[in-house]
């Protein structure tokens, strides 16, 4: 008996076979060009065998329709879609009779882009109508694949629509509370002593009728000695009348023009930059690490993220930046203590948060921690800013911010030409009334595509002595040393990726400061597969000072004059060795140090991964080796490490996860939860996989599961992975869409259907088989099935004790007895159980 597990798998079975078909004409018609001794027919079917097409059952008149591509038939077709890389699922794609895809309503909303002002051709409807999107928008690039059923979409930014604020287009409401939490600790072993630092980044807060309240703090504790620090704390809310959010508390303003501060007081901004989340930005931060490692990384003086790293490279994505124009201080700490820094400007990521047109206004007092504030009271700081278009591929923007004794003005203009190179320029000018200086800061980013496969960034930015930020104003009055300031930034980008050479990238920063020290920052990499072989070489330096953005209160205002210089070359090497195990060596050298190691890691399943490895000091001819386990554990993330080497034993570990609070009860989360969010429930059915916008998560006793994050005003798809279901329990449907409004708390219920199916093995008074092809009849004389082969009776759905009559070809019948057991096994096909067939 077939056993559907989707609701669409019948669609798809649909699709499918149009699709073979297709692919057999497109096959024949390509077998058939240019075959010899054939005569090229004029005009229609020009280079195929018209009579072989005829013998075959094709209508030569597809020969023209296929002659230059293959391409879709005309008419309505279920597709994948994909836009600027991003799939969007199934929709229903329509093609003209040239194959070429009609821009319908309904794809341009599935799509979210803009519906264009001049339609091509009129429908018999208006949904039906075909819209001139491409005329409008001529940057744009259409790749359809018929083979695949799939149409995928390249289009420029400006063609995508901005978010749905009209109500009842999204979800609202929902209550909620939430906490997630990120503890990480070390525990080392030495000769010099016991050493341990244990940090835990916890949030904690609650979803109220679209009201977000959250609060964000670190603990850290550093060999006893302790101390809290307090990211942020606010109620935020998205009013659709201004298409704008409302932020009030301890925030960290977001103003595209001017540097982040950290205020207690409010802010109004357009949506957009925080518009699926701020630990959903581009932003990348990429090093190479010597040793098991901790990072943390600081932006406005505020620790925003801390994670541990394996030895070797790191890539740090999905950062929670706190705004788009303060630089990144990133610090590679290891299990020694020993510290090595490095900073990620502002202007190498401002397309990680793009500027959203509209006005951005903050108004509160600077927080004290940071701010030295012995001598005075903190200020009060008001800013705004507007951004608006300057046609389809240009924007401008301008904003004030003052305090009693300090003001700054500044301006934006960014523009796309040749519809790929990005062109951003910001000044700013300031006036610090106290000391008495005034000064310029300007910032020149751009970015492109070179050539197919490269692409490559620019950013250079300069400030005048004179110039301060409103954190730095009046400072020098107070005895703080502001030439540590940068001078001149300047950073580079290159990537490249070719079929031959592999892939290389490229990241270069360097800072000159006012008292002449100046730090170049380089990371190169090459990576290239060879024959199932993975082969990289990454390089790492640095030269010259790693200083404070701002004199350190802790020193009193004077900057850190450690230096640092040292460079780092790899090469590594890893080998698959079958399923999901692979096994790498590496060679290393910093400095005078020469490394060398080799590891074996495995992804279990989803829930296990482990490495294993040794390393060698081959200077000092000293050995260590170490391990890491991964463990997901349903409902959290765990990571345990062990690196044992001659002077030291080090222990690590990491545990990640949410819990939400709901009327349903209290459910975990492995992933931390976002400001939009949901709950699933597959029935009542335990451990089922679900597909979340942010990775798969299981459902818990109860049958619950926490959708951890969902993009507000956009179409979120939730999928229940069918083949991690009891096998006797059925889907009604296995996929859904939710449209979610920032805030909102969505419930989603999949209904189950629970089958039992039952094999007999009937045979008559006398231990005979019944015959096969007797009719079987339940209740009301209803026909229920027939028997097969020796005396085997299929019941594809039983739900208690029946009675059946089999009608036998001498005109007799019998009865059957069905006592099923009370118990039934969930992850059974079917169950099979003896039948006497009782003479009437």
């Given at each position: 008996?077939?056993?559907?597990?989707?609701?669409?798998?019948?669609?798809?079975?649909?699709?499918?076979?149009?699709?073979?078909?297709?692919?057999?004409?497109?096959?024949?018609?390509?077998?058939?060009?240019?075959?010899?001794?054939?005569?090229?027919?004029?005009?229609?079917?020009?280079?195929?065998?018209?009579?072989?097409?005829?013998?075959?059952?094709?209508?030569?008149?597809?020969?023209?329709?296929?002659?230059?591509?293959?391409?879709?038939?005309?008419?309505?077709?279920?597709?994948?879609?994909?836009?600027?890389?991003?799939?969007?699922?199934?929709?229903?794609?329509?093609?003209?009779?040239?194959?070429?895809?009609?821009?319908?309503?309904?794809?341009?909303?599935?799509?979210?882009?803009?519906?264009?002002?001049?339609?091509?051709?009129?429908?018999?409807?208006?949904?039906?109508?075909?819209?001139?999107?491409?005329?409008?928008?001529?940057?744009?690039?259409?790749?359809?694949?018929?083979?695949?059923?799939?149409?995928?979409?390249?289009?420029?930014?400006?063609?995508?629509?901005?978010?749905?604020?009209?109500?009842?287009?999204?979800?609202?409401?929902?209550?909620?509370?939430?906490?997630?939490?990120?503890?990480?600790?070390?525990?080392?072993?030495?000769?010099?002593?016991?050493?341990?630092?244990?940090?835990?980044?916890?949030?904690?807060?609650?979803?109220?009728?679209?009201?977000?309240?959250?609060?964000?703090?670190?603990?850290?504790?550093?060999?006893?000695?302790?101390?809290?620090?307090q990211v942020d704390a606010y109620a935020?809310?998205?009013?659709?009348?201004?298409?704008?959010?409302?932020?009030?508390?301890?925030?960290?303003?977001?103003?595209?023009?001017?540097?982040?501060?950290?205020?207690?007081?409010?802010?109004?901004?357009?949506?957009?930059?925080?518009?699926?989340?701020?630990?959903?930005?581009?932003?990348?931060?990429?090093?190479?690490?010597?040793?098991?490692?901790?990072?943390?990384?600081?932006?406005?003086?505020?620790?925003?993220?801390?994670?541990?790293?394996?030895?070797?490279?790191?890539?740090?994505?999905?950062?929670?930046?706190?705004?788009?124009?303060?630089?990144?201080?990133?610090?590679?700490?290891?299990?020694?203590?020993?510290?090595?820094?490095?900073?990620?400007?502002?202007?190498?990521?401002?397309?990680?948060?793009?500027?959203?047109?509209?006005?951005?206004?903050?108004?509160?007092?600077?927080?004290?921690?940071?701010?030295?504030?012995?001598?005075?009271?903190?200020?009060?700081?008001?800013?705004?800013?507007?951004?608006?278009?300057?046609?389809?591929?240009?924007?401008?923007?301008?904003?004030?911010?003052?305090?009693?004794?300090?003001?700054?003005?500044?301006?934006?203009?960014?523009?796309?030409?040749?519809?790929?190179?990005?062109?951003?320029?910001?000044?700013?000018?300031?006036?610090?009334?106290?000391?008495?200086?005034?000064?310029?800061?300007?910032?020149?980013?751009?970015?492109?595509?070179?050539?197919?496969?490269?692409?490559?960034?620019?950013?250079?930015?300069?400030?005048?002595?004179?110039?301060?930020?409103?954190?730095?104003?009046?400072?020098?009055?107070?005895?703080?040393?502001?030439?540590?300031?940068?001078?001149?930034?300047?950073?580079?980008?290159?990537?490249?990726?070719?079929?031959?050479?592999?892939?290389?990238?490229?990241?270069?920063?360097?800072?000159?400061?006012?008292?002449?020290?100046?730090?170049?920052?380089?990371?190169?990499?090459?990576?290239?597969?060879?024959?199932?072989?993975?082969?990289?070489?990454?390089?790492?330096?640095?030269?010259?000072?790693?200083?404070?953005?701002?004199?350190?209160?802790?020193?009193?205002?004077?900057?850190?004059?450690?230096?640092?210089?040292?460079?780092?070359?790899?090469?590594?090497?890893?080998?698959?060795?079958?399923?999901?195990?692979?096994?790498?060596?590496?060679?290393?050298?910093?400095?005078?140090?020469?490394?060398?190691?080799?590891?074996?890691?495995?992804?279990?399943?989803?829930?296990?991964?482990?490495?294993?490895?040794?390393?060698?000091?081959?200077?000092?001819?000293?050995?260590?080796?170490?391990?890491?386990?991964?463990?997901?554990?349903?409902?959290?993330?765990?990571?345990?490490?062990?690196?044992?080497?001659?002077?030291?034993?080090?222990?690590?570990?990491?545990?990640?996860?949410?819990?939400?609070?709901?009327?349903?009860?209290?459910?975990?989360?492995?992933?931390?939860?976002?400001?939009?969010?949901?709950?699933?429930?597959?029935?009542?059915?335990?451990?089922?996989?679900v597909s979340t916008p942010q990775g798969?998560?299981?459902?818990?006793?109860?049958?619950?599961?926490?959708?951890?994050?969902?993009?507000?005003?956009?179409?979120?798809?939730?999928?229940?992975?069918?083949?991690?279901?009891?096998?006797?329990?059925?889907?009604k449907n296995g996929t859904k869409v939710?449209?979610?409004?920032?805030?909102?708390?969505?419930?989603?219920?999949?209904?189950?259907?629970?089958?039992?199916?039952?094999?007999?093995?009937?045979?008559?008074?006398?231990?005979?088989?019944?015959?096969?092809?007797?009719?079987?009849?339940?209740?009301?004389?209803?026909?229920?099935?027939?028997?097969?082969?020796?005396?085997?009776?299929?019941?594809?759905?039983?739900?208690?004790?029946?009675?059946?009559?089999?009608?036998?070809?001498?005109?007799?019948?019998?009865?059957?007895?069905?006592?099923?057991?009370?118990?039934?096994?969930?992850?059974?096909?079917?169950?099979?159980?003896?039948?006497?067939?009782?003479?009437?």
């Amino acid at each position: 008996m077939k056993k559907i597990r989707h609701p669409s798998r019948a669609a798809k079975c649909a699709s499918s076979h149009g699709l073979q078909a297709h692919s057999r004409v497109l096959l024949g018609l390509a077998t058939l060009w240019g075959v010899p001794g054939t005569s090229a027919a004029v005009g229609l079917g020009e280079g195929f065998d018209l009579a072989a097409l005829t013998n075959l059952g094709i209508d030569p008149q597809v020969s023209e329709y296929f002659r230059s591509a293959a391409r879709f038939r005309e008419g309505v077709h279920v597709v994948g879609l994909r836009v600027n890389g991003t799939p969007l699922g199934l929709v229903d794609a329509r093609f003209d009779y040239q194959g070429q895809l009609c821009f319908t309503q309904a794809l341009l909303t599935k799509a979210g882009l803009v519906t264009p002002s001049r339609v091509l051709r009129e429908g018999i409807s208006p949904d039906q109508a075909c819209h001139d999107f491409v005329g409008e928008y001529p940057a744009t690039m259409v790749r359809l694949r018929p083979s695949s059923d799939e149409v995928t979409l390249v289009v420029p930014t400006q063609s995508l629509r901005a978010p749905e604020w009209e109500a009842g287009n999204f979800s609202q409401g929902g209550a909620a509370a939430i906490f997630n939490y990120d503890v990480l600790g070390f525990d080392t072993h030495s000769r010099s002593g016991p050493s341990r630092f244990v940090s835990a980044y916890t949030e904690a807060g609650f979803n109220l009728g679209n009201w977000i309240v959250r609060s964000r703090q670190f603990y850290v504790s550093d060999n006893g000695r302790t101390r809290t620090e307090q990211v942020d704390a606010y109620a935020q809310r998205d009013i659709a009348t201004l298409q704008s959010t409302f932020q009030a508390g301890q925030i960290s303003s977001n103003n595209p023009i001017f540097g982040g501060v950290q205020l207690t007081g409010l802010q109004f901004f357009p949506d957009g930059q925080q518009r699926t989340g701020a630990g959903n930005s581009e932003v990348v931060v990429e090093g190479l690490a010597q040793s098991q490692s901790r990072v943390e990384v600081r932006q406005s003086g505020a620790l925003i993220h801390t994670t541990l790293v394996p030895e070797g490279p790191f890539r740090l994505t999905g950062l929670p930046l706190l705004n788009s124009t303060s630089d990144l201080d990133v610090s590679v700490i290891d299990v020694r203590g020993a510290k090595r820094s490095f900073v990620v400007p502002a202007a190498s990521f401002r397309g990680g948060a793009p500027i959203a047109p509209g006005y951005y206004f903050s108004l509160g007092k600077v927080r004290e921690t940071t701010i030295d504030t012995r001598d005075s009271e903190s200020p009060v700081v008001a800013m705004g800013s507007g951004t608006w278009g300057l046609g389809q591929h240009s924007s401008l923007g301008f904003g004030l911010l003052g305090t009693d004794e300090y003001q700054s003005a500044g301006g934006t203009l960014s523009s796309v030409f040749f519809h790929q190179m990005t062109v951003g320029m910001r000044h700013n000018l300031s006036r610090d009334s106290q000391d008495g200086v005034g000064g310029a800061r300007s910032t020149l980013t751009v970015g492109s595509p070179l050539f197919a496969n490269v692409d490559f960034s620019l950013s250079a930015s300069t400030q005048s002595r004179g110039y301060r930020e409103v954190l730095e104003a009046g400072q020098a009055s107070r005895g703080y040393d502001l030439d540590a300031r940068f001078k001149r930034q300047y950073t580079a980008g290159l990537s490249w990726a070719d079929p031959l050479m592999g892939g290389f990238s490229l990241s270069f920063t360097r800072s000159s400061q006012f008292d002449g020290q100046s730090t170049d920052h380089l990371f190169a990499s090459w990576n290239k597969t060879l024959k199932g072989v993975d082969v990289a070489l990454i390089a790492d330096a640095q030269v010259g000072g790693a200083r404070p953005r701002r004199p350190d209160p802790a020193l009193g205002g004077r900057r850190d004059e450690r230096l640092d210089a040292d460079s780092s070359l790899r090469l590594q090497v890893t080998v698959p060795l079958g399923g999901n195990r692979r096994v790498s060596s590496y060679v290393s050298r910093r400095g005078d140090r020469l490394d060398a190691g080799t590891a074996l890691s495995e992804q279990v399943n989803d829930y296990v991964n482990y490495e294993v490895g040794v390393d060698r000091d081959v200077n000092e001819r000293e050995q260590s080796v170490r391990g890491r386990v991964d463990v997901l554990p349903l409902y959290t993330r765990v990571s345990l490490g062990v690196n044992r080497d001659p002077s030291a034993t080090n222990y690590s570990g990491q545990l990640q996860g949410g819990i939400v609070a709901h009327e349903h009860g209290v459910t975990f989360s492995p992933y931390a939860v976002q400001d939009t969010f949901g709950i699933v429930s597959v029935g009542d059915i335990g451990a089922a996989k679900v597909s979340t916008p942010q990775g798969p998560v299981w459902t818990d006793f109860s049958g619950q599961a926490v959708i951890p994050g969902l993009q507000a005003y956009g179409n979120n798809h939730v999928q229940v992975q069918t083949q991690s279901l009891p096998k006797r329990v059925d889907l009604k449907n296995g996929t859904k869409v939710l449209a979610a409004g920032r805030g909102s708390v969505n419930i989603l219920n999949f209904d189950v259907v629970k089958v039992r199916r039952l094999l007999l093995e009937a045979q008559d008074e006398q231990g005979r088989p019944l015959p096969q092809g007797a009719a079987v009849f339940g209740e009301d004389n209803n026909f229920v099935t027939s028997v097969v082969g020796e005396g085997m009776i299929f019941l594809s759905n039983i739900d208690g004790p029946q009675t059946l009559r089999v009608s036998l070809p001498d005109s007799a019948s019998c009865l059957l007895q069905v006592n099923p057991e009370q118990a039934p096994d969930d992850d059974q096909l079917f169950e099979t159980a003896p039948a006497v067939c009782h003479a009437r």
